[in-house]
């Protein structure tokens, strides 16, 4: 089961949402509950719940601001908003600061939720992943000591972004939006504080998502470079050789042994 924090200052309505996880059953159950942003940022601290969902407005610290505090503090759990028409401005600002999805609270449809819910569990499946590729990068000879989380809380949170969405094509311009900075100046620190650029960063965590499927699965070579994003065997194999000396098919095969 997937743990959630509620964070709702009104009680009917963070009641309500209570009621509606239940009766969806979708793997999601409620381990705390907050009524601020500040009490909230508390719980996060000591439940690390696998999604916080919070109201944007509310008293002491808004939805937006508990966002921005956890991520900067290190929180890679998923965010899902409450929010009214009137705060769509607020639910723009925590797409871009991460959140998952939000929802209009005065008429919230449980299919809706549901809905997200099902996108968040595919996150959290995919982050969990990336969590067991470090026993994989263990394994790798092209091992980089600038990997992972930096003094740069702006950095971390491109870093989690590329984390998660790994398979895909990156955009400069959004990485540039997350980080509030100018692309060309992001890029630049990007590489000072890991050691490598986005590029060759985002390629590391496809190598090792492919590596970890060769490892651990049956798949095909060319279904797994199609799983982690690649686009075709040749530049699959010419990419994950650069990073560990072997073709796909070689470090299957050594793994074996």
């Known amino acids: 089961m997937r743990t959630v924090l509620l964070v709702e200052d009104e009680d009917q309505a963070r009641g309500y949402v209570r009621k509606v996880l239940e009766k969806l059953d979708a793997g999601f159950v409620v381990a705390g509950e907050a009524v601020n942003g500040q009490e909230g940022l508390r719980l996060i601290g000591?439940?690390?719940p696998d999604l916080v969902i919070a109201d944007i407005d509310m008293?002491?610290?808004d939805g937006v601001e508990l966002l921005k505090?956890?991520?900067r503090e290190g929180f890679q759990g998923r965010f899902l908003m409450l929010t009214c028409l009137s705060d769509f401005e607020y639910a723009r600002q925590a797409l871009e600061f991460g959140a998952s999805g939000y929802l209009l609270k005065l008429s919230m449809d449980p299919e809706a939720l549901r809905a997200n819910l099902d996108r968040i569990e595919a996150e959290l499946a995919s982050r969990d992943q990336l969590?067991?590729?470090d026993r994989v990068w263990s394994t790798l000879p092209a091992k980089d000591p600038g990997q992972g989380a930096t003094d740069h809380?702006?950095?971390n949170r491109v870093i989690?972004?590329?984390e998660e969405h790994y398979r895909e094509e990156f955009s400069l311009k959004r990485l540039a939006e997350l980080a509030c900075m100018e692309a060309s100046y992001l890029s630049d620190l990007f590489k000072k504080?890991?050691?490598a650029t986005l590029t060759q960063y985002h390629q590391r965590l496809r190598v090792e998502a492919a590596a970890l499927m060769l490892r651990e699965t049956a798949l095909p070579v060319t279904e797994i470079g199609e799983r982690v994003g690649f686009s075709g065997d040749s530049y699959f194999i010419k990419i994950f050789k650069r990073w560990t000396g072997k073709t796909?098919?070689?470090y299957r095969r050594s793994a074996e042994v």
């Open 131 to 133: 969590k067991k590729l």
């Open 153 to 155: 809380p702006d950095i």
């Open 193 to 195: 504080k890991t050691g």
């Open 69 to 71: 505090a956890a991520r």
């Open 59 to 61: 008293p002491v610290m």
């Open 160 to 162: 989690v972004y590329l």
């Open 46 to 48: 000591s439940l690390q």
């Open 248 to 250: 796909p098919a070689d």
